[in-house]
């Protein structure tokens, strides 16, 4: 295609419209993000202002409970007394009737505080579903913000010099900038639904542990201190398995087999009755890192396919380190699925595809219901390079 000068696109006016574009998107965003913080803020000291509340409403029922069984002695004991008046002195009968309504005072400023207590714990928890229910959609707008951003800045941030060259893309690659953004918010959410989470505890405990000490002892604040720890050290763990979903740090150091041998230990750790059984066959060469790295996600992907899906009791991993290419077999004897319903839904599927493709190699499935799943990968060495024995 050709512009003669009357048609000639002015590249400098849309790139400045363009900058503006994605500055404005930027900020929004940003704004979006200071409101998702705010609100996360707000809902988490709603949430130990509500637990306070509640341990308070349990002890003002408690005292309610007692006072409305004193007062009831009280009457009965009134009762008796104006029933049988010339047997009980007149210091006898103003001490009965001063107890009862004392203690009928006591009970109903007790009756107006648990009320009261009740209506502040009822609006609280309105609240809190309010400010969870904006967290969620501000988390959401600000997904869909990214990966808008995404998409313009990768792939469209030069379309002044394509326009000029009367050249578009035609794929922008949107599954896979979607992807990336649905595992940072996955990432997002088990960072606050786990560590967040229980740090949010510790602080709560930490004030409980004092109130505690002042008001039951020394033993009873002990006994907090261990539950305490044990929160500590989960999230402590949670950390540690966040970090190595990210990326195990063995990889870079020891390579895909002793890094695979780990990982599918610490699977048969968490997951009791399912073995794995790894094997390596011929001898193992190193792989430069995206293709480790790439590799140990197939890996990773299938077997967790297939503990979460296919209830199995074995799964094997097999390497096979051949001439000119390495095949990596997966294989349970679990349920099983139908792959031709599947093939459309499946995500996971799609995305075991791409990584292949990018590496240039094949995968395959077998499955049947019923009868276990076997995923195979053959990836070539890069360079189409020979594999030699060292």
Same mark, same amino acid.
């Given at each position: 295609?050709?512009?003669?000068?009357?048609?000639?696109?002015?590249? @400098?006016?849309?790139?400045?419209?363009?900058? %503006?574009?994605?500055?404005?998107?930027?900020?929004?965003?940003?704004?979006?993000?200071?409101?998702?913080?705010?609100?996360?803020?707000? *809902?988490?000291?709603?949430?130990?202002?509500?637990?306070?509340?509640?341990?308070?409403?349990?002890?003002?029922?408690?005292?309610?409970?007692?006072?409305?069984?004193?007062?009831?002695?009280?009457?009965?004991?009134?009762?008796?007394?104006?029933?049988?008046?010339?047997?009980?002195?007149?210091?006898?009968?103003?001490?009965?009737?001063?107890?009862?309504?004392?203690? @009928?005072?006591?009970?109903?400023?007790?009756?107006?505080?648990?009320?009261?207590?009740?209506?502040?714990?009822?609006?609280?928890? %309105?609240?809190?579903? =309010?400010?969870?229910?904006?967290?969620?959609?501000?988390?959401?707008? =600000?997904?869909?913000?990214?990966?808008?951003?995404?998409?313009?800045?990768?792939?469209?941030?030069? #379309?002044?010099?394509?326009?000029?060259?009367?050249?578009?893309?035609?794929? *922008?690659?949107?599954?896979?900038?979607?992807?990336?953004?649905?595992?940072?918010?996955?990432?997002?959410?088990?960072?606050?639904?786990? /560590?967040?989470?229980?740090?949010?505890? =510790?602080?709560?405990?930490?004030?409980?542990?004092?109130?505690?000490?002042?008001?039951?002892?020394?033993?009873?604040?002990?006994?907090?201190?261990?539950?305490?720890?044990?929160? #500590?050290?989960?999230?402590?763990?949670?950390?540690?398995?966040?970090?190595?979903?990210?990326?195990? $740090?063995?990889?870079?150091?020891?390579?895909?087999?002793?890094?695979?041998?780990?990982?599918?230990?610490?699977?048969?750790?968490?997951?009791?009755? =399912?073995?794995?059984?790894?094997?390596?066959?011929?001898?193992?060469?190193?792989? /430069?890192?995206?293709?480790?790295?790439?590799?140990?996600?197939?890996? @990773?992907?299938?077997?967790?396919?297939?503990?979460?899906?296919?209830? /199995?009791?074995?799964?094997?991993?097999?390497?096979?380190?051949?001439?000119?290419?390495?095949?990596?077999?997966?294989?349970?004897?679990?349920?099983?699925?139908?792959?031709?319903?599947?093939?459309?839904?499946?995500?996971?599927?799609?995305?075991?595809?791409?990584?292949?493709?990018?590496?240039?190699?094949? $995968?395959?499935?077998?499955?049947?219901?019923?009868?276990?799943? #076997?995923? $195979?990968?053959?990836?070539?060495?890069?360079?189409?390079?020979?594999? *030699?024995?060292?």
């Amino acid at each position: 295609m050709y512009f003669d000068e009357k048609n000639k696109i002015d590249i @400098q006016s849309i790139d400045f419209i363009f900058n %503006r574009m994605i500055e404005n998107i930027t900020n929004s965003k940003n704004d979006i993000f200071i409101i998702s913080e705010q609100s996360r803020r707000s *809902f988490e000291e709603m949430k130990i202002e509500l637990e306070l509340i509640k341990q308070k409403l349990k002890v003002v029922i408690h005292n309610s409970d007692n006072l409305a069984r004193q007062t009831q002695l009280a009457k009965q004991r009134l009762v008796e007394v104006s029933r049988h008046f010339d047997k009980y002195s007149e210091q006898q009968v103003r001490e009965a009737y001063e107890t009862a309504n004392d203690l @009928q005072i006591r009970l109903s400023l007790s009756e107006a505080e648990e009320k009261s207590l009740r209506e502040k714990r009822d609006d609280l928890e %309105r609240r809190l579903k =309010v400010l969870y229910d904006t967290i969620q959609r501000a988390d959401h707008i =600000v997904n869909q913000v990214n990966v808008v951003l995404n998409y313009l800045t990768s792939d469209l941030k030069n #379309v002044g010099a394509a326009l000029e060259q009367a050249k578009l893309k035609h794929e *922008f690659g949107i599954n896979i900038i979607a992807a990336q953004e649905e595992e940072r918010k996955k990432l997002s959410r088990e960072i606050h639904d786990g /560590p967040a989470q229980m740090m949010a505890n =510790v602080l709560m405990r930490a004030d409980l542990i004092e109130k505690t000490y002042r008001e039951r002892g020394i033993d009873s604040a002990i006994k907090e201190i261990s539950e305490l720890k044990k929160t #500590v050290r989960e999230a402590l763990s949670e950390v540690r398995r966040i970090i190595y979903d990210l990326r195990p $740090m063995a990889l870079d150091d020891l390579g895909i087999v002793p890094t695979l041998k780990k990982y599918l230990s610490t699977i048969m750790e968490y997951n009791k009755g =399912v073995d794995i059984h790894f094997q390596s066959l011929n001898n193992e060469t190193r792989l /430069p890192s995206n293709y480790e790295v790439a590799i140990f996600r197939l890996v @990773q992907e299938c077997v967790n396919n297939s503990v979460k899906h296919g209830n /199995p009791t074995d799964i094997w991993v097999k390497l096979e380190w051949n001439l000119n290419n390495l095949n990596v077999i997966v294989k349970d004897n679990g349920s099983g699925f139908d792959l031709e319903s599947k093939r459309e839904q499946s995500f996971g599927i799609i995305g075991m595809r791409e990584r292949v493709e990018i590496l240039k190699g094949s $995968m395959d499935i077998k499955t049947k219901i019923g009868n276990g799943t #076997v995923v $195979m990968f053959k990836i070539p060495y890069p360079n189409n390079e020979q594999k *030699f024995q060292l």
